[in-house]
């Protein structure tokens, strides 16, 4: 990308809290360039012909087919898209990355799992913090599919608690090599990869460190059986031993005592693109709740002309359409700060990591959205099938399965709540994200007369965009007083922590879908957008909803007496429409749409 065209007044990481964006700032779906389109198409192909058509083996614990698809999509690239060209990869963009992501998780949870473990946290520690030795050695087979990787960072006493893992790294007496020992779980792809990135502690050290270790069952290494999960059958997931196994110290990813940055930051990329891979996999299961629904007559009715069954339609879609504007701005967000960081000079290494680390507060917000919806959304897909969505014969019933461990790995949601709201109070705490002067002016208006003009709210969105401004308010006022009550203490008041972090969430979700749907109204017309402005006007009341009651509780649990009515009287202010929406008639149009083309056709 030429520096010319790189944009280089976008948002750091957390500042849309306080800043506002311009909906052409964003990228969107509609924004995809023909290269990118191809990739989605020929994704999509892919998991129609080897996924889709096969979607009852995956569900039969057909672990070897999840593996010969694994080697078909590295034949067709899908393994090296986010691999640079000097590896054996294709280089592209992270845009073009989630895509990738994204419309491979239409048909099962197991393959996803096994594209994400090996094409992310299996494969990105060596690109990202690999020496030049190590990437030219390890990353063009891992590109290619000829190996596959995995990740050895639990253990059966450190799930959340990462860095407290008890494998053991010693140097060997001549200094050639590390012995390591020590029990990994709940190793995704440890049934077929020939790589695991080992994540074990050298003496006493405070961190962790990460290394490189090729599956050679004669160097010690042992596996248990494959575990007995809820869902994604075919995706392998077994324990890993390590017993004196032998690595050479060239394999040390980084340097001693980095391994738990190199874990988080693994992560953080992992979180983003976990989240993309919640998306289709609510399209798929949107398009068959509506095919079932328009099929299925009781009382002489299609059930999709029930109420009852548009509210579910109108819902699902609209979380969805929600969770890819937000994903694909987040994504352009990453891209662009990493290619001004490459025009300054930077290796793509450094520029990546550091692009990805800018927006760590916006990856645990999508990882905990996205992942949430997708569970919700095949939850609704089982009731609108009713008997015949609980029956293993139809895909609802395993979507809801295999969704349900996203809101598990890649850090807990509670884990990732907590951390968006701590990693934005720290930006704060450092002056990368100015919250403090905000936070005095709405605790400044608070103390005011509030305006009783009546606002012009004849253009598009005029009073969504009033009301998202104001809901940025409300985390700054229950943030800011948190802060100033508890100070460093506030991580410790985890229930306000979380009500803070839903807050947030919503914010970024309401306004992500309010530019999307502003800039194409601007560039298509308002009445090819008219389904997409009734999706957004309904996620925002969604959003206000939640946003009332999370604020609520947050006040309460730590202000009293006249700072807490002064406070609630903000959070009624704060959220007040001029014009309440009709709901019932946004749902009504959009699950019309939904149900008049069969399924969601907004992306
Ligand atoms: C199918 C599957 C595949 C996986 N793949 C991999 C893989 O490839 N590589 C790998 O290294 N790991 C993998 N994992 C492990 C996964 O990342 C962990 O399960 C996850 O991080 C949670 O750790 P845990 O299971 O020990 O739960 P725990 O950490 O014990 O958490 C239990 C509960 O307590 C909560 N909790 C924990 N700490 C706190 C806290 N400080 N504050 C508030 N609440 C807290 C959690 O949110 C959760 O609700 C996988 C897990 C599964 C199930």
Not at 217 to 244: A, C, W, Y
Not at 324 to 337: G, L, P, V
Not at 591 to 600: E, H, I, L, R, S
């Amino acid at each position: 990308m030429s520096t010319e065209t790189i944009k280089k007044d976008i948002l750091r990481g957390g500042q849309f809290l306080v800043k506002e964006t311009n909906c052409e700032d964003i990228f969107t779906l509609e924004d995809l360039s023909e290269e990118q389109k191809m990739m989605r198409d020929s994704t999509k192909e892919f998991v129609d012909r080897e996924l889709w058509a096969h979607w009852e083996r995956f569900e039969k614990k057909d672990y070897a087919y999840t593996e010969e698809c694994m080697r078909k999509a590295g034949e067709l690239g899908l393994l090296s898209v986010a691999v640079p060209e000097s590896y054996g990869g294709m280089g592209m963009g992270f845009v073009s990355t989630m895509l990738v992501c994204d419309y491979i998780s239409g048909a099962t949870g197991s393959f996803s799992t096994a594209f994400g473990a090996h094409t992310g946290i299996g494969t990105m520690p060596i690109t990202l913090y690999g020496t030049e030795e190590q990437k030219q050695k390890y990353v063009p087979k891992l590109a290619t599919g000829e190996w596959f990787g995995a990740y050895c960072l639990t253990e059966p006493g450190a799930g959340s608690d990462a860095n407290s893992g008890k494998t053991k790294a010693v140097l060997s007496e001549d200094g050639t090599y590390y012995n390591i020992t020590g029990q990994k779980m709940w190793i995704s792809n440890a049934g077929f990869c020939n790589l695991f990135i080992v994540f074990a502690r050298i003496e006493n050290d405070k961190n962790i460190t990460g290394f490189i270790v090729e599956n050679d069952p004669s160097n010690g290494i042992s596996m248990g059986e494959e575990e007995k999960k809820l869902g994604i059958h075919s995706s392998s997931t077994r324990q890993v031993f390590f017993n004196d196994t032998k690595v050479p110290v060239e394999n040390m990813l980084s340097e001693r005592g980095n391994g738990f940055k190199i874990a988080m930051n693994a992560l953080n990329v992992g979180r983003i693109k976990l989240a993309a891979a919640c998306l289709e996999a609510q399209r798929r299961v949107i398009n068959e709740a509506t095919k079932y629904a328009n099929e299925r007559v009781q009382f002489k009715t299609p059930i999709v002309n029930f109420g009852a069954i548009k509210a579910k339609l109108a819902n699902m879609a609209t979380n969805c359409y929600a969770d890819e504007s937000a994903c694909y701005r987040a994504a352009k967000n990453i891209e662009d700060r990493i290619a001004i960081r490459e025009a300054e000079g930077k290796s793509h290494q450094e520029a990546e990591l550091k692009g990805v680390e800018e927006y760590a507060i916006e990856c645990s917000i999508l990882k905990v959205a996205v992942s949430e919806d997708v569970q919700n959304t095949s939850d609704e897909g089982i009731q609108i099938f009713g008997g015949m969505g609980f029956s293993a014969d139809t895909p609802m019933e395993s979507a809801w399965r295999d969704a349900r461990i996203s809101r598990i790995y890649e850090g807990t949601n509670e884990i990732n709540r907590m951390l968006a709201v701590g990693m934005l109070v720290k930006k704060a705490m450092k002056g990368h994200v100015d919250l403090l002067g905000p936070a005095t002016k709405v605790g400044e208006e608070l103390m005011g007369i509030p305006s009783f003009d009546t606002p012009d709210f004849s253009e598009l969105f005029a009073e969504e965009k009033d009301v998202l401004a104001r809901l940025k308010k409300v985390f700054l006022m229950v943030a800011g007083a948190a802060v100033q009550k508890y100070g460093p203490e506030l991580e410790n008041h985890q229930q306000l922590m979380l009500s803070a972090s839903d807050i947030l969430i919503e914010i970024y979700m309401a306004e992500s879908t309010l530019l999307r749907t502003e800039k194409n109204a601007k560039r298509f017309g308002e009445e090819k957008q008219a389904t997409q402005i009734a999706m957004s006007k309904l996620y925002l009341y969604t959003a206000v909803d939640t946003i009332i009651q999370k604020g609520k509780e947050a006040i309460v649990s730590f202000a009293e007496g006249d700072e807490q009515r002064m406070m609630l009287m903000g959070l009624k202010r704060f959220t007040k429409y001029t014009n309440q929406p009709n709901v019932v008639a946004l749902r009504t149009q959009i699950a019309d749409q939904v149900a008049a083309v069969n399924g969601y056709t907004f992306d």
